[in-house]
């Protein structure tokens, strides 16, 4: 039998067997989860490739940096916030790249969108000698906005429309050409090489206060864009015709919420490189735990995504000592087998 | 004829088969009449399908054994088999681009060996089966170009070609209309009647079982239901019983085998009271 | 049936047979010649031009001076290497699209290549070792990461999605992987780093062939012994079955022996992206052969290698390693795939 069968709204079977959650227990998990994002943030900040005393940490966090080990402390304490909003901003970002394309495997590093944003990073670096990360954001931006749209129209082109299957591998064959290009724009200048790297893995390591603030004013804007399309989401969830029948502008629908998720993953890519995988494992977690309405599900994404980041950048201190895993690939690490589980989970009709 | 009227005789003995935790089949035992055209019928999921491919060695059975004259088939080498029980699934897949005569020609894979040469053999072979198939004045196009009943030709001409004396078809009319429908079954009784050929095929339509089949075989819930000639088994009793379907059987006014008229709540019925 | 029809019938049949299988030499011969010109080319051509009579003197043993350097120690390894990677590429390609009836299951898109790149990696950084070790470190990955996406995608059975997406999954933790462990080697170069990632010529030696003529001949010809049960396999599992092929064994063979090619290519030169991929539906376009595809697309594999090390390193504005080239080759070819496949019946 053909592997594409007519798509079908992807979370009609993960959803209609269980009861919507009651929002005692939504509010108890919401707590939850604050409570734990708490506490990976102190982790973030005692835990590091140097072992500092209370003492050092009290000191740091309330602004004394005198001793060695106060400023450890001290330099992980933007590195903690940059990880929480990357978090947060990219699975909230892949939580709507989900419900847009109905699909359960999208997600910002899968389906090309960071390679876009790397791309347009490393474009402007070498040939309009753009150096700081006010201006890299709005390249990325750009580039992220064309990746994503070429990938679904590409996906969505084919007789069909887009299988998780065909989004899987547009994303992976755009990443492909867009790496190998980014490689090749970079590769003839020995000036901008030393870029590759950072390129290749994403991290939160070395963040600055300068690194973050440039940031905020799109992952704010990329929220209450995200957060006004939920409901738009929960509609588009039914399938596009449904939509229309429930008086929905469907394009407008899908365009609003793309351009929500592109202005939160970008400036995410622009500041921290690619971090793969968090916009696709932490929408799947929350949706177990708070339901499929993407009213629910974008906020508690947020959570979920700020903890899994900082807890997974905490973990790459940890495991490496006195070296560091780049949080990019302790993320790659956790998300993989949650990719898997997802695919294995699925009829095969639904490839 | 380059090869001998053998009739090769087919045995299931307490077969029992199943995927994964679900058993399909319990405890089937059979013998297929040599010589002679049978179809299996039964409702979907009866294990019709799961015979057939037990019968062709596809899958293993969990007990029992299916014997090729006395001789366990999971035993026999698979090429060696090969050249005596053919096997076509439900709509086959062509590769993209091969033409009637390369397709044909694959059927004379079990007789050659690792490096062998094509042989004049085969060339009589894959001959006679494009000739016994009609297919001659197609044997350049592309399979992708044939129309369905075609298609089901060429893929019959392959197993010909096989030049076995047990051919086991999965539903060889599906998906075609009705005229191709015929056509391949006026086809396979055409062989069975010239070459001997012992046919074991599943079909979906009762009526065309019972005007084509020789013996017919009925399977319900993993095991046969009743098994003999279309007269006895194609009863009112049996549909009922089996499909779980409200009926009547009356003698088809063209051949005289039973047909089979399902009576739905707005049936009609009056007029076929008799 | 009379006998005067069938004969005719009969010399009708060898007459088409006849054609098509002149037409198929036809065909490789053409490549032939496209590869010979191609070997001609990287010898005479590069930076400076060498007469074809003074590169064979070289060849010949005889000592030119300025000239004996650039084609025995640049030139000829370059070329070596990129027809026996190539070559390597090609078949395991062919093998796993024939094998999984899918053109995007080859295995530097499930995969396998990144695995046997991150085995190497890992043999040269972490365990400091060389040579022949870190081929078979390479396979070895290689090996592991068929398995284990083999165990993943059962369910009840393989189908060709699951086992695709689960390699693509598989494929981009291990790139992190190897992205990880080439920034912490200790001796960090931007060459080795892309070899490892994209695939390069770089540094190629004649001693690298050895491998390769190795991997040729064994798993090659392990491929060319099953190239019937391949025959036979782009017509389904059941046909093939029916048709007297052992499906474990025959499986068993084609993967280790389309893995061992992928790991040994990969382990000399880095995972040249997508010539595995493109190297078989290149050669069915151009063969039109409905057979076993295995010697065409070799030749085609060996062809793309050579012509995209050639263009990455003269054609272009700056000097590029051949995986970038053919990354950038491959990927609207994988992406016309996409947008053409409505069909999934399509085998190759």
Not at chain 2, 198 to 225: F, P, Q, S
Not at chain 3, 4 to 9: C, D, G, K, L, Y
Not at chain 3, 92 to 108: E, I, M
Request: aromatic share 4%.
């Amino acid at each position: 039998m053909p592997i594409c069968s007519p798509m079908r709204p992807a979370r009609a079977n993960d959803t209609s067997v269980r009861r919507a959650p009651r929002l005692s227990r939504r509010l108890t998990v919401a707590c939850a989860l604050v409570v734990l994002l708490l506490l990976a943030m102190a982790l973030s900040v005692a835990f590091g490739a140097r072992q500092v005393g209370l003492a050092e940490i009290i000191a740091a966090v309330s602004g004394r940096v005198e001793t060695l080990g106060d400023a450890a402390v001290a330099s992980r304490i933007p590195r903690t916030l940059l990880a929480l909003l990357a978090g947060a901003a990219l699975a909230i970002s892949g939580g709507v790249m989900q419900g847009l394309t109905r699909n359960p495997l999208a997600d910002p590093g899968l389906l090309g969108v960071n390679a876009g944003a790397a791309l347009a990073v490393v474009m402007g670096i070498a040939w309009f000698r753009i150096d700081d990360l006010a201006h890299y954001i709005w390249f990325a931006l750009g580039g992220a906005a064309l990746a994503a749209v070429g990938v679904y129209a590409i996906a969505s082109v084919a007789r069909g429309g887009a299988t998780p299957l065909r989004l899987a591998l547009a994303g992976a064959a755009v990443t492909a050409a867009l790496s190998s290009l980014t490689t090749a724009i970079i590769l003839p200048r020995g000036d901008i090489g030393g870029l590759v790297q950072s390129w290749l893995v994403g991290g939160v390591g070395g963040a600055t206060y300068a690194q973050i603030l440039p940031i905020l004013p799109f992952l704010l804007a990329g929220l209450v864009i995200s957060l006004l399309a939920a409901r738009k989401l929960n509609l588009l969830a039914l399938g596009d015709d449904t939509a229309a029948g429930l008086g929905e502008k469907v394009a407008l629908a899908r365009a609003l919420s793309a351009i929500g998720a592109v202005l939160l993953c970008a400036p995410v890519t622009a500041a921290c490189g690619p971090i793969g995988f968090v916009g696709l494992v932490v929408p799947h977690a929350c949706r177990l735990l708070a339901g499929g309405d993407y009213r629910w599900l974008l906020p508690f994404s947020a959570l979920g995504g700020a903890i899994l980041l900082t807890l997974s950048d905490v973990l790459g201190r940890l495991i490496a000592r006195p070296d560091e895993l780049d949080v990019g690939i302790v993320t790659a690490f956790i998300g993989a087998p949650v990719f898997i589980w997802i695919v294995r989970r699925r009829k095969v009709g639904a490839l | 004829m380059s090869h001998p009227m053998s009739h090769s005789s087919l045995h299931a003995q307490t077969l029992t088969a199943g995927y994964a935790e679900r058993r399909v089949l319990d405890n089937v035992n059979l013998t297929i009449p040599a010589g002679q055209c049978t179809a299996i019928v039964g409702a979907n999921a009866c294990g019709k399908s799961t015979l057939l491919r037990v019968l062709s060695r596809l899958l293993p059975p969990s007990q029992g054994q299916v014997l090729l004259d006395g001789t366990d088939i999971h035993r026999l080498p698979t090429r060696h088999l090969a050249k005596r029980l053919g096997f076509l699934p439900q709509s086959p897949i062509a590769p993209d681009g091969i033409t009637v005569l390369e397709l044909v020609s694959r059927g004379r894979h079990p007789h050659q060996g690792l490096f062998n040469r094509w042989r004049p053999e085969d060339d009589a072979a894959v001959v006679e089966a494009l000739s016994a198939t009609h297919m001659e004045a197609l044997a350049d196009v592309q399979v992708d170009e044939l129309s369905g009943g075609q298609r089901q030709r060429a893929w019959i001409a392959m197993a010909l070609a096989q030049q076995t004396d047990v051919l086991l078809l999965d539903e060889p009319t599906t998906f075609l209309d009705i005229n191709h429908q015929i056509e391949v079954l006026d086809l396979l009784t055409d062989l069975n009647h010239s070459r001997g050929t012992t046919i074991v095929m599943v079909l979906h339509e009762l009526n065309l079982a019972a005007r084509y089949a020789d013996t017919l075989i009925a399977m319900a819930k993993g095991n046969v239901y009743a098994m003999g000639a279309a007269a006895e088994v194609l009863t009112a009793t049996m549909v009922r019983e089996v499909f779980g379907l409200e009926n009547r059987v009356i003698a088809d006014p063209v051949t005289g085998k039973p047909m089979m008229i399902p009576l739905g709540r707005h049936g009609g019925v009056a007029h076929v009271q008799d | 049936m009379s006998a005067r029809p069938e004969s005719a019938a009969l010399a009708h049949l060898r007459q088409l047979r006849h054609r098509r299988s002149q037409q198929l030499w036809q065909r490789l011969g053409l490549l032939g010649v496209c590869l010979f010109a191609g070997v001609v080319l990287t010898l005479t051509l590069g930076q400076s031009y060498t007469p074809v009579t003074t590169v064979m003197r070289v060849l010949g043993g005889a000592e030119v001076p300025g000239v004996g350097f650039t084609v025995r120690e640049l030139r000829l390894p370059r070329a070596v290497v990129a027809l026996g990677a190539g070559a390597c590429f090609g078949l395991a390609g062919v093998a796993f699209q024939t094998l999984l009836r899918n053109p995007l299951a080859s295995p530097d898109i499930i995969g396998i290549s990144t695995g046997a790149s991150t085995g190497a990696v890992f043999a040269i950084v972490v365990l400091s070792l060389n040579g022949p070790a870190v081929s078979l470190a390479a396979i070895g990955a290689a090996l592991g990461v068929a398995l284990l996406i083999y165990l993943l995608s059962w369910r009840q059975g393989v189908t060709g999605g699951r086992l695709i997406l689960i390699g693509i999954g598989l494929s981009a933790m291990l790139q992190s992987v190897t992205a990880y462990l080439l920034m912490r080697a200790p001796n960090w170069s931007l060459q080795e780093a892309l070899r490892w990632m994209t695939g390069s010529l770089n540094g190629a030696r004649l001693d690298q062939a050895l491998p390769l003529l190795a991997a040729l001949l064994v798993f090659g010809g392990l491929l060319l012994s099953r190239r019937r049960d391949l025959d036979a396999l782009r017509m389904g599992d059941d046909v093939a079955a029916g048709l007297g092929v052992h499906l474990g064994a025959a499986r068993v063979t084609i993967v280790l022996a389309a893995v061992g090619l992928a790991a040994v290519a990969t382990a000399m030169t880095g995972p040249i992206a997508f010539v595995a991929f493109l190297a078989g539906p290149i050669a069915l376009r151009l063969t039109r052969q409905s057979g076993a595809l295995l010697l065409p697309a070799a030749l085609v594999g060996a062809l793309l290698v050579l012509l995209g090390d050639y263009a990455g390193q003269f054609l272009l504005p700056a000097r590029y390693p051949v995986g970038i080239v053919t990354g950038v080759l491959g990927a609207p070819y994988l992406l016309y795939l996409i947008v053409r496949d409505g069909n999934a019946r399509r085998t190759l």
